[in-house]
T-cell receptor, first 112, second 113 residues
C-alpha cells in the first residue's frame, strides 16, 4: 500500500484568500488525483496530475480556481484560489498503486 | 458512462450481528475492479476490500466479505460480527483499468451497542 500525507490537516480561511494543500507519497507514482468532498457527499474528482505535464481537470473545475503543481513523482500541491464559503470541503489527494487507489488523510477547509 | 448505485443511505446493525450493504453498477466493460472503502469520522478513506472482475471467487478480508454477481452487476459487502469501530460511511467504487475511480453516494452504517 501507499502512505500518503497531507498538509495542512485543516484550516480556516477568509473569503477571497488562497490556500495551498500539499500531498506527499512514500512511493513514486505516475498519476496523483485530487478530490473534493462536500459535507455529507461522496467524493468528486477535481483533476488528475501527471508529473511533467499539465493537470487534466474534470468538468466544472478550472485551472484558474484550482491550480495544481506536480514537480516530481512523490509530491503534488493543490491551490484553492479566491475562496468563497462554497469551497468549504474536505480535499483529498490519492494515488494508484498496483491498480488500487489509496487516499491521503484529507484537508478540512472552512471558508468564512 | 459507468455509474455506481448505493440504494441504502443509512443502515443500522446491532453489535456482533451481521449486516449487508448493497451496491450495483453499470458498465459495458468485462475487465474492471470493484472496491469498498470505509470513511470513519476521522475522514480517512480506508480500503476495506477489492475484487477483480475476472475472478469468480468472492474476496474476503477477515470479517468483511463480498457477494460479487457479475451478470447482475451487483457487489454487496457483508460485515460479520459487527463492532463499534465499524461505524462509518461506506463507499462502493468501480474502476476500469487505467481509468478514474467512480464512487457511489455512500451508506452510513450505525452500530448499536
Amino acid at each position: 500500500s501507499a502512505v500518503i500525507s497531507q498538509k495542512p490537516s485543516r484550516d480556516i480561511c477568509q473569503r477571497g484568500t488562497s490556500l495551498t494543500i500539499q500531498c506527499q507519497v512514500d512511493s513514486q507514482v505516475t498519476m496523483m488525483f485530487w478530490y473534493r468532498q462536500q459535507p455529507g457527499q461522496s467524493l468528486t474528482l477535481i483533476a488528475t496530475a501527471n508529473q511533467g505535464s499539465e493537470a487534466t481537470y474534470e468538468s466544472g473545475f478550472v485551472i484558474d480556481k484550482f491550480p495544481i503543481s506536480r514537480p516530481n513523482l512523490t509530491f503534488s500541491t493543490l491551490t484553492v484560489s479566491n475562496m468563497s464559503p462554497e469551497d468549504s470541503s474536505i480535499y483529498l489527494c490519492s494515488v494508484v498503486l498496483l491498480d488500487t487507489q489509496y487516499f491521503g488523510p484529507g484537508t478540512r477547509l472552512t471558508v468564512l | 458512462a459507468q455509474t455506481v448505485t448505493q440504494s441504502q443511505p443509512e443502515m443500522s446493525v446491532q453489535e456482533a450481528e451481521t449486516v449487508t450493504l448493497s451496491c450495483t453498477y453499470d458498465t459495458s466493460e468485462s475487465d474492471y475492479y470493484l472496491f469498498w472503502y470505509k470513511q470513519p469520522p476521522s475522514r480517512q478513506m480506508i480500503l476495506v476490500i477489492r475484487q477483480e472482475a475476472y475472478k469468480q471467487q468472492n474476496a474476503t478480508e477477515n470479517r468483511f466479505s463480498v457477494n460479487f454477481q457479475k451478470a447482475a452487476k451487483s457487489f454487496s459487502l457483508k460485515i460479520s460480527d459487527s463492532q463499534l469501530g465499524d461505524a462509518a460511511m461506506y463507499f462502493c467504487a468501480y474502476r476500469r483499468y487505467g481509468n478514474k475511480l467512480v464512487f457511489g453516494a455512500g451508506t452510513i452504517l450505525r452500530v448499536k451497542s
